[in-house]
């Protein structure tokens, strides 16, 4: 059950490795959290496997999809575009055309918003590659009247990026990419925190991307996402936005930081410190 007056984090674990569960659910416990963790899993993936991990506040829904086209290598399988069956109740009541899994998960975040108050501060995070340090909404402001976001920069900017310049212009078109976009940093889609009303507002701008542009690309949603931040298309909603740089706010983002070749047998866990 959710706890409508408290916090939450919302999360899609589908498909995850036991080391990634323990690196995300046992460090956040460490952490001293006990406000709701929401998680998105798969239809083959056993319950239990997240609840031996988690404490009373986890709530778990089971997903599937409706992939259409040809079944491919796995990491192909997870690049393709699919409906949800699990959401919408069938494939056929599902209302937008096949489109990648990590845009569908907004609309699940969507769903669960109406579980939580006004009083409530929620956190949209990737799953597989977080470490908590703290309890992440430590340094967080209240919820207050007027609803907030808080994004966060990354140590790279979108020019410099050949994913993000790719995901703008696919979608949008060459002229998209201005230079004051190029020029400033990336924005991470995978850790936003903000008032239930302000993150309703965000995800409606995202799904308002992919229908307006019926983009496609693996890893799309990012490129909406820095295209709406900085096109001031959720400030048009009156939702107070701010931008934390790299390096100075609770969420340290360190996958900027890697080095572009891999000198040692080492693997990062990691890469967002919370």
């Not at 020019?159 to 998209?176: E, L, M, V």
Request: with cysteine.
């Amino acid at each position: 059950q959710h706890n409508k007056s408290g916090d939450a984090i919302f999360s899609m674990a589908v498909g995850v490795r036991q080391a990634e569960l323990n690196v995300f659910l046992g460090s956040l416990w460490q952490a001293d959290y006990r406000d709701d963790v929401v998680l998105v899993r798969g239809s083959g993936q056993p319950q239990s496997s997240l609840h031996s991990q988690a404490a009373a506040r986890l709530v778990t829904y089971l997903t599937d999809w409706d992939c259409p086209g040809k079944q491919g290598a796995a990491k192909t399988k997870a690049f393709r575009l699919c409906v949800s069956t699990a959401l919408y109740g069938s494939a056929t009541r599902d209302p937008r055309p096949p489109r990648q899994r990590a845009l569908i998960r907004f609309e699940m975040y969507q769903s669960w918003l109406r579980h939580y108050s006004d009083r409530s501060r929620i956190y949209l995070l990737d799953f597989r590659d977080v470490y908590f340090q703290a309890n992440p909404f430590a340094s967080m402001p209240p919820a207050a009247a007027a609803p907030w976001l808080s994004l966060f920069a990354e140590h790279e900017t979108v020019g410099g990026s050949a994913f993000n310049s790719r995901w703008i212009r696919s979608c949008y078109g060459d002229k998209a990419l201005t230079k004051a976009i190029a020029a400033a940093p990336i924005v991470c889609s995978g850790t936003t925190a903000g008032t239930v009303g302000a993150l309703d507002a965000y995800i409606e701008v995202m799904l308002e991307q992919f229908d307006r542009t019926q983009c496609t690309l693996h890893g799309s949603d990012q490129g909406f996402h820095v295209y709406a931040i900085y096109n001031g298309l959720l400030q048009q909603r009156n939702v107070s936005v701010d931008v934390v740089p790299a390096g100075s706010g609770a969420v340290q983002n360190l996958a900027g930081l890697r080095p572009r070749r891999s000198t040692g047998t080492g693997e990062m866990i990691a890469h967002r410190l919370v």
